[in-house]
C-alpha cells in the first residue's frame, strides 16, 4: 500500500501531521505538500515560474517534503514524475475549518485530493468543521477508522486498478468524535459572502480583503450542513463533471435557433 498525502494548510500545519500519524502502519507514506498555507486556491496550477521541491527538517515534519506551490501543485507534480510510481491512495487534509456546500469549489484540501482523482487513484479529503485544532486526536483516530474502512476498495485482480472516487469527509471537533455515527450526505448550499472588507494600507491607498464566507442556504436533512450540525461525520461522494445535464436539451433548442 502506498499513500500520498497533502494538505493545504501547509506542510508545518498540526493537521498533516495528525493525517500522518493516522495511516502508520497501513503502508508506504510519501508526504508532499505546501511550502506555506494555501487555502483558498482551489485547483489552481502554477504555469507562469517554475516549482522547487524541499526536504523538510525538524522531528514533527521529518520526511516531509514541501513545494512552493498550491495544493494541486503539490499532487501533480508527485504524481507526474517526483515520485515514481502511483500511489494507491491521496489523503489530503486534516484541514483547519469545515469544507461543506458551496466552500468544495474554492479548497484547497478538497483540489488536492481532486488532483489525485483526475489521475485515477481513490482519493479523500479530511477537515475538522472548525478552526483552531481542538481534539485533533479525536479526528485522528476518526481519519484511520475511515481509511481502514475503504482499504477493501483498493484490492484489485493484479493487474487491474481499482476505479477512482473522491470522497469530502467533514469531522466535527469533539472529544467524542471516534463515537459519532457516518452520514453519507450532498453538498449544502451558501448564502452569498459577506461583503468585502475595505481598509487603508500604510501608503493610504485602499486595500480590500474578501469577506467571511456566508451562513448555510441549504441545510437541510441530508446535507453535509445538517450532518455536523446534529453531530455526525459528513461524508461527501464528490465528482468533477460539471455540466448541466437537465439543462442540455433547452441550451441545444436555443442555441439552434442561431446556428
Known sequence: MRILIANDDGYLAPGIAALVRACQGLGEIDVIAPEQNASGTSNALSLNRPLSVYEAHGEQVKGFR???????????????????????????????????????????????????????????????????????DAATAVVRKLVESVLPLLVV??????????????????????????????????????????????????VYWIGPAGDAREAGEGTDFHAVANGRVSITPLQVDLTDHAGLPQWQQRLARGS
Open 66 to 136: 514541501y513545494v512552493n506551490g498550491t495544493p494541486s501543485d503539490s499532487v501533480h507534480i508527485a504524481l507526474t514524475g517526483l515520485l515514481g510510481h502511483k500511489p494507491d491512495l491521496v489523503l489530503s487534509g486534516i484541514n483547519q475549518g469545515a469544507n461543506m456546500g458551496d466552500d468544495t469549489l474554492y479548497s484547497g484540501t478538497v483540489a488536492a485530493a481532486m488532483e489525485g482523482y483526475l489521475f485515477g487513484i481513490p482519493s479523500i479529503a479530511f477537515s475538522q468543521t472548525e478552526k483552531g485544532w481542538t481534539h485533533l
Open 157 to 206: 485482480p493484479a493487474g487491474e486498478r481499482p476505479k477512482p472516487w473522491l470522497l469530502n469527509v467533514n469531522i466535527p471537533n469533539r472529544p467524542d468524535a471516534i463515537s459519532l455515527p457516518w452520514v453519507t450526505t450532498r453538498l449544502g448550499r451558501r448564502h452569498a459572502s459577506e461583503p468585502v472588507i475595505r481598509q487603508i494600507s500604510p501608503r493610504g491607498e485602499p
